[in-house]
């Protein structure tokens, strides 16, 4: 009977892991009552099980002869050690590269970490939250000492009484969370968003202020300016829990309200009254997302951000502090376990000699062994075929010709490879350019643990039979490890991999030695830090003292700069990029859920009447956009939701929709974050509304295989 023999386990799509109950024959999905979505699913959770048994679904390993056909997995794995082995011996070990995902369970992160370093003994392994929220790590870690999403629980959110979303349009991208808004409405509490456009997020608050792209650290700094000169700064707070203050005063001094004004477009009332929301609650948040990271300069940004959340004396007070949304499944467990090119596991790090020797003594292998750090994502990609570069890449849970920055230039890349493998549920725009595509399990079919934006620690769990014929990544890399002649030190079991990821990380920074399967069933999910079994787990950081050394948080001075690229003659209007809700990510998935895909088909640009009127553009028209990089063609919107000097496109297509085909790869300093959120173009009308796009489907891939998305 329906309902008696469900499986709880979680949705495969973003970081707020809402819980789901699935009953496999037939199959029937419905939400589960988990504290982070309580009965709530967003359409993408509601259809994820349209992708069990969806008729594009790799069922066979595919190697490239002239095209790519299918194959056994003995030919696939014999042609992947094969070329693995010759690269090495030519070009030595870090000619073989290995590129993760934050939707891999932690147990996958942290044995593609493993396979790297042990296996292929490279130190190019580097992973996509590079593109996601790495500039809140860095910016975190410099001033708290780590790094969690939230260091509270979401449900904390619906108890304070001010909040300010930075760049973060949750309707759309984590709907059920919006219960913890409209609950913290309801008790009263003031909403501030921070976004160029009036999405659904900002038109439900009580202050929107609407910045220019890319200029949210001078608004950031004229509050904490005027905070300072009405004295809401908090001095009891700052002199007993920071260090560092009086470099920032110092720094802000400069940021008057007129002059921020000038440079934001955001008038100086509506930043008094933003200052006066924060200084008067009780309690108050400050919460960033992907609209403020990620830019050239968007780890100062944050910096910006928590420099007033600090002087304001929010973090590790009851129902208040900074934190950042997560994006993917495991975003936060994704960037803890060693996927990441400097980092070991919990959060340990590769250059440190006391780390090297703990996780090595785990592994079994001598410290002397493992390599060093290697370059970030794109910095890996954008050498890829080069002297001294990656020449065999392994790809496993991203889709980097979607979404990584200068689609044209990394597409080039992957194309002077001399091997590459993909590992995917679907071929993907990467896969079809693969020399071997590996098919794999997806979520239903497979167990795991991930850790969610607010830090819980919970299981994946097997719900139905994965297809004959596919994998999972964890017994793929297994036998590849074999094959090298390494297979004594892997094990594919998921609850083997994650008691030995407990231990590996055991009194580092994200702490899972306390962490079991059955914890996460008794508790629904356990918070890190968790060293031992009897440690309740953590789901408030902070609360007494910082991870610094001396315990306390730091202040960091930081200067707004100009964006990498301005908007110029050629290139007159400012393009940022970001989501729908219906679409997930370079949209592997969501392109081929039926219900999804009827609901938003096409990849709309949103535009400002005045904007479309310069280009004399109606609603619904197509219009291309250029940039230095390249084109793209988009449907219209004309919307007055969106700041007069801006377009808005979503980056879930490739083809010739690709919005990446426009991004500027220029990196933040700190993070090597590409700027996706700003760059200059040009807008053309090429089309009236009842012209077809072009078709968005990468060109054919020198593939003959049917694929229906
Ligand atoms: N539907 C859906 N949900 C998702 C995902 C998805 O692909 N689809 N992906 C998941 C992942 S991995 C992530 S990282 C999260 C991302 O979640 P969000 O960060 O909420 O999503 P984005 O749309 O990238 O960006 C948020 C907002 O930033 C605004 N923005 C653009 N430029 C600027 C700027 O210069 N300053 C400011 N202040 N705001 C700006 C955009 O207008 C946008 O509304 O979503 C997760 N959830
Ligand atoms: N212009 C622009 N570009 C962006 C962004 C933006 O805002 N604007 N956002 C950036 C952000 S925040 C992110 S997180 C990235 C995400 O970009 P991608 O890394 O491309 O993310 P996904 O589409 O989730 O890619 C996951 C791929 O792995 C497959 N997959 C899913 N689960 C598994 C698994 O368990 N194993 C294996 N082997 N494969 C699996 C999926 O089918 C899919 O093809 O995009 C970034 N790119
Ligand atoms: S909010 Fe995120 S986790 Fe929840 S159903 Fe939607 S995509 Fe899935
Ligand atoms: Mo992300």
Same mark, same amino acid.
């Given at each position: ?475 793929? #890399?297994? !036998? %590849?490890?074999? @094959?090298? +002649? $390494? /297979?004594? &030190? ?6 083997? *991999? ?123 028209? #197509?219009? !291309? %956009?250029?940039? @230095?990089? +390249? $084109? /793209?063609? &988009? ?6 939701? *969106? ?67």
């Amino acid at each position: 009977m329906p309902g008696t023999d469900h499986v709880a386990t979680h949705c495969p799509y973003c970081s707020l892991q809402c819980g789901i109950r699935l009953v496999s024959d037939p199959v029937d999905l419905t939400p589960d009552d988990f504290p982070t979505n309580r009965g709530g699913l967003c359409a993408k959770g509601w259809t994820a099980a349209e992708l069990l048994g969806h008729p594009g679904r790799l069922l066979t390993p595919l190697v490239r002869t002239d095209r790519l056909r299918p194959a056994s997995w003995t030919e696939a794995l014999d042609r992947i050690t094969a070329a693995i082995q010759a690269s090495q011996r030519r070009y030595g070990p870090d000619s073989v590269g290995c590129f993760g995902g934050g939707g891999l369970t932690n147990e996958k992160a942290y044995l593609l970490g493993k396979f790297a370093r042990v296996a292929l003994r490279t130190s190019a392994v580097d992973y996509n939250g590079r593109f996601c929220m790495s500039s809140a790590a860095v910016a975190a870690n410099r001033a708290f000492g780590m790094d969690r999403g939230l260091p509270f629980p979401l449900a904390d959110i619906a108890e304070t009484s001010a909040l300010m979303l930075v760049g973060a349009n949750p309707l759309a991208t984590m709907p059920p969370a919006a219960r913890y808004l409209d609950a913290g409405k309801a008790n009263g509490a003031t909403h501030i968003v921070i976004d160029p456009r009036t999405t659904a997020t900002a038109a439900r608050a009580d202050l929107h202020l609407q910045p220019a792209v890319g200029t949210d650290l001078a608004l950031a700094n004229g509050i904490l300016h005027v905070a300072i000169r009405e004295g809401y700064a908090d001095d009891g707070y700052i002199t007993e829990r920071t260090t560092g203050f009086d470099a920032v005063r110092a720094s802000v001094a400069g940021y008057w309200p007129d002059r921020v004004e000038r440079i934001t477009g955001v008038p100086e009332h509506r930043i008094k009254q933003a200052v006066r929301t924060l200084g008067e609650a009780g309690s108050a948040m400050i919460i960033t997302a992907r609209g403020a990271e990620q830019h050239g300069n968007g780890t100062d940004t944050t910096q910006a951000f928590i420099n007033l959340a600090l002087a304001l004396g929010l973090p590790g007070r009851p129902m208040s502090g900074y934190g950042t949304m997560t994006g993917q499944g495991n975003g936060q467990g994704g960037r803890e376990h060693g996927q990441k090119a400097d980092q070991l596991p919990g959060y340990r790090r590769l250059a440190d000699p006391a780390d090297r020797a703990h996780v090595a003594s785990v592994w079994g292998v001598d410290p002397a062994e493992l390599p060093g750090p290697g370059l970030s994502a794109f910095e890996m990609l954008d050498r890829l075929g080069t002297e001294g570069g990656v020449r065999v890449l392994l790809v496993f849970g991203s889709n980097p010709v979607v979404s990584a920055p200068d689609r044209d230039r990394v597409l080039n890349r992957l194309r002077t490879l001399d091997f590459l493998v993909v590992s995917d549920i679907f071929l993907s725009e990467t896969a079809v350019e693969a020399d071997v595509v590996l098919p794999t399990t997806q979520w239903a079919e497979e167990d795991g643990t991930l850790t969610t934006v607010e830090g819980r620690v919970v299981r994946r769990r097997r719900a139905v039979t994965p297809p004959l014929g596919v994998r999972d990544d964890l017994a793929m #890399l297994t !036998e %590849l490890a074999g @094959r090298l +002649g $390494r /297979g004594r &030190f892997f094990d594919a079991d998921p609850r083997r *991999v994650f008691d030995e990821l407990r231990r590996a990380s055991a009194g580092g920074i994200a702490d899972y030695n306390g962490i079991s399967y059955e914890r996460i069933d008794r508790e629904q999910g356990v918070f890190w830090p968790c060293p031992s079994n009897d440690h309740p787990g953590t789901p408030r950081l902070f609360t007494e003292r910082f991870a610094t050394p001396d315990g306390r948080a730091r202040f960091v001075p930081v200067e707004q700069r100009d964006p990498a690229e301005a908007p110029d003659r050629d290139y007159p209007c400012v393009l940022t990029t970001g989501r729908t809700m219906q679409q997930y990510q370079s949209g592997t998935q969501t392109r081929r859920t039926p219900t999804l895909a009827a609901a938003v088909p096409e990849p709309c640009a949103e535009l400002h009447p005045d904007l479309a009127r310069r280009y004399g553009v109606a609603d619904g028209d #197509l219009v !291309e %956009l250029r940039s @230095r990089r +390249g $084109r /793209g063609v &988009f449907r219209a919107v004309v919307t007055d939701g *969106v700041r007069p000097d801006t377009v808005f496109a979503p980056f879930h297509w490739g083809g010739s929709s690709s919005a990446n085909a426009l991004t500027n790869p220029v990196l933040d300093p700190l993070s090597r974050m590409p700027a996706f959120k700003s760059c200059a173009v040009s807008i053309t009308r090429v089309g009236g509304a009842t012209d077809p796009l072009p078709a968005v489907a990468e060109p054919a891939g020198n593939t003959d295989l049917e694929d229906p998305c």
